[in-house]
């Protein structure tokens, strides 16, 4: 049921930006500014509408598509969904209230069933909060072109029969998701192992200014020969994207901007800790102008940690990456690189197997032997570089 319905209006975006300030993704993909490293409740904004039920939840749903300016507030509990809900309006928010996201739950009917998805959004300005989300056939959001400056920040996203995010668009329409935000995050599957390969973490096509910060993906793993999706992946003239402080754990492919002849322009993916164990922790296909800066990548079953591939992929700078497998170019593909380590070992880290690649010792190689980068003044854990002589290589202050 509906429990009230009160006006609350109050500056802002339904977006968390740094120190607190709103935050409308980097106008310049070369040099943005670093996120903060606090996650920053969203504010409150449009008229609160408070629920306590699955029928409560369809009717503020459609009251916000014809109204806009909604905050739809949950109260804790598990609401199990009969069919998706469908996001028109403008400037829709659904949230818990309590902030914590593991006490409001909205799940379909498994992987198997008749339910898509929980969120399928037109509307711009759409944002989730505080949830956990999951148990669907398809996706369990999925952002469409016409939806501009989504926000999606302190979820918990499970068991989609394919990508857990969806960013889509119309072949053809030129029209894009524009700056949109995707912070504090848990991708997985909770069984270890996705139920095929055509899933992913978040799959964006014709996305520009995107950024994606501080989400954890676990899991991703395709149970059969095919690779599953990458965990992060912008490509099909995606553009401008900003990939930093992600942990991706126990994934066939870690970062990816393009796939074969489906291109991405700029953008810059730093500061990420990736364990994969079936292909690259970062892959450059059809990119052009990326910076790929400051990444720690552990790299199990295959011969490369990164590559960048297609002689579309150019003018991109590789520095001081930390891997225990090369950086190669493949068909034609072009970079300039700068002291990037590809020698790396298990041993340097704290617990590979978990994903926690912070150096294990100060004496060793990579301490103090990087170079000091515009667009690297923050680690992992948004601490300082350098504080020794000279930055770290890869994802790690120590």
């Not at 001081?320 to 593909?333: P, T, W, Y």
Request: with cysteine; hydrophobic share 35%.
């Amino acid at each position: 049921m509906i429990l009230m319905v009160v006006s609350i209006l109050l500056c802002g975006s339904c977006r968390s930006g740094d120190n607190g300030s709103e935050d409308t993704g980097p106008t310049d993909p070369e040099t943005p500014t670093e996120s903060a490293c606090t996650r920053v409740p969203l504010e409150v904004t449009g008229t609160v509408v408070s629920v306590t039920d699955i029928d409560g939840l369809l009717a503020a749903v459609e009251q916000a598509n014809r109204d806009g300016n909604t905050s739809i507030q949950l109260e804790n509990g598990t609401y199990y969904l009969t069919d998706m809900l469908v996001i028109r309006g403008e400037g829709v928010t659904v949230r818990s209230r309590s902030g914590e996201r593991e006490r409001v739950i909205l799940y379909g009917q498994g992987m198997g069933g008749p339910v898509t998805h929980i969120f399928n959004v037109t509307g711009s300005r759409f944002c989730a909060a505080d949830l956990t989300l999951g148990r669907v056939a398809n996706h369990a959001v999925q952002i469409h072109s016409s939806c501009d400056e989504p926000v999606l920040h302190n979820l918990h996203i499970v068991d989609a029969g394919e990508q857990l995010v969806k960013v889509s668009y119309v072949p053809g329409n030129s029209e894009s998701s524009e700056d949109g935000l995707m912070e504090w995050c848990l991708l997985e599957y909770t069984a270890g192992i996705g139920p095929q390969y055509y899933i992913g973490g978040i799959d964006a096509h014709q996305a520009d200014d995107w950024i994606v910060r501080h989400n954890t993906f676990r899991s991703i793993r395709s149970p059969d020969d095919d690779l599953a999706e990458h965990a992060v992946h912008f490509w099909s003239g995606s553009s401008g994207t900003l990939v930093e402080h992600n942990l991706v754990v126990d994934c066939d492919r870690g970062i990816g901007f393009g796939l074969g002849d489906r291109a991405h322009h700029q953008g810059i993916i730093r500061n990420n800790m990736i364990y994969v164990t079936r292909d690259v922790g970062i892959g450059l296909e059809s990119c052009d102008g990326a910076e790929v800066v400051g990444n720690t990548i552990f790299c199990e079953n295959y011969t490369n940690a990164m590559e960048y591939r297609f002689t579309a992929s150019r003018d991109n700078h590789i520095a001081d990456n930390l891997c225990n497998a090369s950086i190669a170019s493949r068909d034609g593909g072009s970079a300039t690189l700068s002291g990037n380590m590809t020698d790396a070992v298990s041993s340097w880290f704290v617990d590979v197997s978990n994903g926690d690649l912070h150096l294990s010792s100060s004496s060793l190689p990579p301490v103090d032997a990087g170079q000091v980068l515009e667009n690297v003044t923050v680690d992992f854990d948004c601490e300082t570089r350098p504080k020794g002589a000279a930055p770290d290589v890869g994802a790690d202050e120590l």
